[in-house]
C-alpha cells in the first residue's frame, strides 16, 4: 500500500503522523534517480541543481520541526519538505502509476520511489548542504516557536502571549509564538481548557495559562494517536485515514449539541478564520 499524506491545511498531529510512517520506511535507503517536474517546488537551490545533488544520499532519519518534515542524510545533508495546503509524499511500488499532480520524484535503491504531489504547488522540498543547518537554508524556521508537546507549560505561552492583545485563538495560529498549531486544534484545545477564542491573549491568568498549556499537549497527543484528521485526501503514512474528526468536541460542530452540555455549538470568524466554541463551556468573561 502507497505511503502518502495529503491535507488542505496538515497542522502538527498529521505531519507528526506522516513523519513516524517516513522514519520507518525511508532510513537505510539510497536516492539513485531525481526528477522535477515543477521546478518552483524545489525552494533551494535551483531545480536543476537539487536533481544533480541528490542523488547518491542515503537516508538517516525523519524528523520534524512545526509543519516541516526534516530528512537528515547519513552524511549530514538533509531534505526538508513542507506540505502547505495540498503536499501528499508517497513512498509507491514500482510500477504504480503516478498521480496526475506530480512534481518531483525520486527513486531509492530498492526500487521504490519518494514522490511529491502538490495539486495547487504551494509545498517546497529544499537541499540542505553538508555543513548548513536547515534553519540557514529554509525561510523561517529559525523564526517558530516551540514545540507544543513534551516539556510545554503555562511559562511558554506566558512568554509568547506577553503584550499580545489580539484573540487567543489568533495567537495560537501565529507559528512564531507557538508551533505546529493550526484551526483544528486550537479550537479544540480551547474549548478543553474553557477559554473563550476571542479573549485576549494578554489577559490570560497564570492558572489559565498553565490549563491551556495542558490541553494543548493532550489534543494534539490524542490527534497523533488517532492519525490524525483526514479532511479532504488526507491518509497515514499506510494509507489510512485519520480518526479525530469524529471525536472532535467543537471543530466543524456548528449548529451541533455540544458534547459536554448540550447548548449549540458556534462558528464565528477570527482574523479571518473559522472559529468553533461553545458559548456555555467557553463564556465570554470567562
Known amino acids: ?5 495529503g491535507l488542505k491545511v496538515p497542522e502538527l498531529p498529521e505531519v507528526e503522523t506522516v513523519r513516524r510512517g517516513l522514519d520507518s520506511r525511508l532510513p537505510g535507503k539510497r536516492i539513485v534517480f531525481v526528477e522535477v517536474l515543477r521546478p518552483d517546488s ?31 542524510f547519513d552524511n549530514g545533508a538533509g531534505l526538508a519538505v513542507h506540505l502547505r495546503m495540498s503536499g501528499r509524499l508517497l513512498v509507491a511500488e514500482p ?34 548542504p553538508y555543513g548548513r543547518a536547515f534553519e540557514e ?15 510545554f507549560a503555562g511559562r511558554h505561552l506566558k512568554e509568547a502571549f506577553r503584550n499580545r492583545r489580539q484573540a487567543v485563538k489568533s495567537a495560537l495560529l501565529d ?54 484528521s483526514s ?10 485515514n485519520g480518526s479525530y474528526q469524529h471525536q472532535s468536541l467543537v471543530y466543524g460542530r456548528a449548529g451541533q ?8 455549538v458556534e462558528k464565528v470568524k477570527l482574523s479571518g478564520r473559522s472559529t468553533h466554541f ?8 470567562g
Open 1 to 5: 500500500m502507497p505511503l502518502q499524506v
Open 42 to 72: 524545489i525552494g533551494h537551490p535551483t531545480a536543476r541543481q537539487f536533481c544533480r545533488l541528490l542523488p547518491g544520499h542515503l537516508f538517516a532519519s525523519v524528523a520534524r520541526r512545526g509543519k516541516y518534515l526534516l530528512a537528515s
Open 95 to 128: 510500477g504504480t502509476p503516478a498521480g496526475s499532480h506530480l512534481r518531483v520524484r525520486m527513486r531509492l535503491d530498492d526500487g521504490l520511489e519518494l514522490r511529491f504531489e502538490d495539486m495547487r504547488v504551494f509545498g517546497r522540498l529544499w537541499y540542505v
Open 137 to 151: 537554508v529554509i525561510p523561517g524556521l529559525a523564526e517558530l516557536g516551540p514545540e507544543p508537546l513534551a516539556g
Open 175 to 228: 507559528q512564531t509564538l507557538v508551533s505546529g498549531i493550526g484551526n483544528i486544534y486550537a479550537d479544540e484545545s480551547l474549548f478543553e481548557a474553557g477559554i473563550h477564542p476571542a479573549k485576549s491573549a494578554c489577559e490570560l491568568k497564570a492558572a489559565e495559562l498553565n490549563c491551556l498549556a495542558e490541553k494543548i499537549r493532550l489534543v494534539l497527543s490524542r490527534a497523533i494517536e488517532l492519525g490524525g
Open 231 to 240: 479532511i479532504r485526501d488526507y491518509r497515514d503514512s499506510y494509507g489510512v
Open 257 to 264: 449539541p455540544c458534547r459536554r452540555c448540550g447548548r449549540k
Open 278 to 285: 461553545c458559548p456555555h463551556c467557553q463564556p465570554p468573561g
